[in-house]
């Protein structure tokens, strides 16, 4: 059955992953607690940023450090932030993008390389 005809549950995931120097974790998570605040203050539903912890695994498939052309010294962050659909959740990014918040950390200033972040917007499927 292609993808488009899986019936879709309610639910819409935005996922991020990308590489983080060691060294600037710390001002990562401090930028990461900042921007879950905003997703939550404008309706997210869920806001979860993860830090790698076992990225060597021997299963089959393309290894995360990978995806993001991870450098030695650097690790992989995982993120999801959950909304009600899509257009919820192209609402609550739009009054994100508008929060004065968000516009304290310019995108050369950001603790990872944005070039390298992996990002998609998905439907969900199959919630437990």
């Keep these: 059955m ?10 819409y995931v935005d996922g991020f992953v990308l ?3 060691k060294k600037k974790i710390r001002a990562y998570k401090r930028l ?3 921007a879950a605040r905003v997703w939550r203050k404008h309706g997210a539903l869920d806001y979860v940023e993860a830090v790698g912890n076992d ?8 290894k995360f ?8 010294g650097e690790t992989v962050i995982f993120s999801y932030i959950v909304f009600k659909d899509r257009k919820h959740r192209d609402l609550v990014n739009a009054k994100v993008m508008r929060d ?5 950390a ?3 200033q950001m603790p990872f390389d944005m070039k390298r972040m992996v990002y998609g917007g998905f439907k969900v499927i199959v919630e437990s």
């Excluded at 292609?2 to 639910?11: Q, Y």
């Excluded at 004065?100 to 304290?104: A, C, Q, R, V």
């Design 106 to 108: 310019p995108a050369e």
């Design 100 to 104: 004065p918040l968000m516009k304290d």
């Design 19 to 21: 590489a983080v120097p």
């Design 2 to 11: 292609p993808a488009t005809d899986i019936p879709i549950m309610r639910g």
């Design 65 to 72: 450090p990978r995806t993001v052309k991870a450098k030695p």
């Design 32 to 34: 990461a607690e900042k």
């Design 55 to 62: 990225l060597g695994s021997k299963w089959a498939g393309i």
